[in-house]
């Protein structure tokens, strides 16, 4: 298998290092999906979230321990995703440290989840590409590095024990005065931990190198996008000199930062608008999702690559997040059932063999897999129609910049050929 040259180098971002941002401050980045931040005081320290594993957080805390045997006094989840709070049992070492988090905070992959747990877990699984092997198939996750350790994955989460209320506070950790900042992004639930003393910004995943993850692939509910892009102009007024992201390597120097974040804003803010002005003219949300595209100016970014995040699932997230799931055209308001459409479609193209010979001879891998489940849905050809979405699945995985997609193809993938076997 070959990956997309963009993507093998996208890998940079990620490597398993431990950086000092200024006096007392530290990065640990490329141990695990997420970064993991330490503030150091005079007699203990403070950890700005734990990543998703057991075996990730030992790994860094045996790393830790390299520079100080300090306790851990205070734990801050910048935000709820279970790759931020899931090693902190590993870090407590058995002690007790107190747990911070914003009061909104709710995880949607810890717990008992009800609904469609069983499907976004799936989901999840896909998307990350778990099961995968390290580098030929799965290469990266968009967000970190291929191959970070699983082990205990979700297993060390301890709930807040206190939690911020105001909009922007200022207290102590591990002895040294920060700020937090309710900033909703990602989830709505993020906080910035900000150091005015030496101007670094800890920003949770309000920023990444990477076109942002308006959709995940995984599913999730609508992430507010005009309350995120308003957090990056919260995060452009902080002036930050060092920003430690949630995810990739650190940014530093004033005018990079400030380049970066304006741009993020810019590319939400872009979605938003051409999105619903194509909305106000008629346009359906896929009509929309297969013409836009980013100006010059945004698109040809580094930090604005679509490897974690795409545009294409960001207009549909935006349409469907303001409008719900109905596209405007009133043929979609009752659709046939879809054995039901593939029984006609194959019918009219003059029978089951001839829809598989189209899909032998196609050289569009998605027009083969559109053909392919048709057939697979009325169970006609189905043998044959499995090896072609099977084949369709892996070419489109290595054509792509975006690690998720890439992840779920190549997943599914795996999934029907154990199957089919």
Same mark, same amino acid.
């Given at each position: 298998?070959?990956?997309?040259?963009?993507?093998?180098?996208?890998?940079?971002?990620?490597?398993?290092?431990?950086?000092?941002?200024?006096?007392?401050?530290?990065?640990?980045?490329?141990?695990?999906?997420?970064?993991?931040?330490?503030?150091?005081?005079?007699?203990?320290?403070?950890?700005?979230?734990?990543?998703?594993?057991?075996?990730?957080?030992?790994?860094?805390?045996?790393?830790?321990?390299?520079?100080?045997?300090?306790?851990?006094?205070?734990?801050?989840?910048?935000?709820?995703?279970?790759?931020?709070?899931?090693?902190?049992?590993?870090?407590?070492?058995?002690?007790?440290?107190?747990?911070?988090?914003?009061?909104?905070?709710?995880?949607?992959?810890?717990?008992?989840?009800?609904?469609?747990?069983?499907?976004?877990?799936?989901?999840?699984?896909?998307?990350?590409?778990?099961?995968?092997?390290?580098?030929?198939?799965?290469?990266?996750?968009?967000?970190?590095?291929?191959?970070?350790?699983?082990?205990?994955?979700?297993?060390?989460?301890?709930?807040?024990?206190?939690?911020?209320?105001?909009?922007?506070?200022?207290?102590?950790?591990?002895?040294?005065?920060?700020?937090?900042?309710?900033?909703?992004?990602?989830?709505?639930?993020?906080?910035?931990?900000?150091?005015?003393?030496?101007?670094?910004?800890?920003?949770?995943?309000?920023?990444?190198?990477?076109?942002?993850?308006?959709?995940?692939?995984?599913?999730?509910?609508?992430?507010?996008?005009?309350?995120?892009?308003?957090?990056?102009?919260?995060?452009?007024? %902080? #002036? *930050? $000199?060092?920003? @430690?992201?949630?995810?990739?390597?650190?940014?530093? /120097? +004033? !005018? &990079?930062?400030?380049?970066?974040?304006?741009?993020?804003?810019?590319?939400?803010?872009?979605?938003?608008?051409?999105?619903?002005?194509?909305?106000?003219?008629?346009?359906?949300?896929?009509?929309?999702?297969?013409?836009?595209?980013?100006?010059?100016?945004?698109?040809?970014?580094?930090?604005?690559?679509?490897?974690?995040?795409?545009?294409?699932?960001?207009?549909?997230?935006?349409?469907?997040?303001?409008?719900?799931?109905?596209?405007?055209?009133?043929?979609?308001?009752?659709? %046939? #059932? *879809? $054995?039901?459409? @593939?029984?006609?479609?194959?019918?009219?193209?003059? /029978? +089951? !063999? &001839?829809?598989?010979?189209?899909?032998?001879?196609?050289?569009?891998?998605?027009?083969?897999?559109?053909?392919?489940?048709?057939?697979?849905?009325?169970?006609?050809?189905?043998?044959?129609?499995?090896?072609?979405?099977?084949?369709?699945?892996?070419?489109?995985?290595?054509?792509?910049?975006?690690?998720?997609?890439?992840?779920?193809?190549?997943?599914?993938?795996?999934?029907?050929?154990?199957?089919?076997?």
């Amino acid at each position: 298998m070959s990956a997309h040259p963009a993507l093998v180098t996208h890998s940079a971002q990620f490597p398993k290092c431990t950086l000092t941002l200024a006096g007392g401050v530290r990065a640990f980045v490329g141990y695990a999906a997420s970064n993991v931040y330490v503030i150091e005081g005079d007699d203990s320290l403070a950890l700005i979230d734990t990543t998703e594993s057991l075996a990730a957080a030992e790994n860094i805390l045996a790393e830790l321990r390299q520079f100080t045997d300090k306790p851990v006094e205070t734990i801050l989840y910048t935000h709820s995703h279970r790759d931020h709070i899931s090693g902190a049992t590993v870090f407590a070492e058995g002690g007790t440290p107190e747990v911070l988090a914003w009061h909104g905070f709710a995880s949607d992959i810890v717990g008992d989840l009800g609904g469609p747990s069983k499907a976004l877990l799936d989901r999840t699984r896909k998307q990350f590409g778990f099961g995968l092997d390290y580098p030929e198939e799965r290469v990266n996750i968009g967000c970190g590095p291929g191959d970070r350790p699983v082990r205990g994955m979700g297993a060390g989460h301890i709930p807040p024990t206190a939690v911020v209320t105001a909009p922007r506070s200022s207290r102590k950790l591990a002895g040294r005065m920060v700020e937090l900042v309710h900033a909703p992004g990602e989830t709505p639930d993020h906080l910035l931990v900000w150091l005015p003393e030496h101007r670094v910004l800890i920003s949770g995943d309000n920023f990444y190198h990477s076109f942002p993850n308006l959709y995940p692939i995984r599913g999730s509910a609508y992430r507010d996008f005009d309350a995120w892009a308003d957090s990056l102009d919260t995060m452009l007024d %902080l #002036a *930050p $000199e060092v920003l @430690a992201p949630g995810h990739t390597l650190p940014v530093t /120097g +004033a !005018d &990079a930062i400030r380049e970066r974040l304006t741009d993020y804003r810019d590319a939400i803010r872009f979605v938003i608008e051409a999105t619903a002005q194509g909305l106000n003219e008629g346009q359906t949300p896929d009509e929309i999702a297969a013409t836009l595209a980013l100006p010059t100016r945004l698109a040809e970014k580094p930090w604005l690559q679509q490897h974690y995040g795409r545009l294409d699932w960001a207009v549909r997230a935006y349409a469907a997040g303001t409008l719900g799931w109905f596209d405007g055209n009133p043929t979609n308001l009752g659709r %046939l #059932a *879809p $054995e039901d459409e @593939a029984a006609r479609f194959i019918s009219l193209a003059g /029978g +089951a !063999d &001839a829809v598989l010979a189209a899909a032998q001879a196609g050289d569009d891998p998605q027009w083969r897999m559109e053909l392919a489940d048709r057939l697979i849905a009325t169970g006609a050809q189905t043998k044959q129609a499995t090896a072609i979405k099977i084949a369709a699945m892996r070419e489109l995985a290595d054509r792509q910049i975006n690690a998720t997609a890439r992840n779920y193809y190549l997943v599914c993938a795996t999934d029907m050929e154990a199957t089919a076997a």
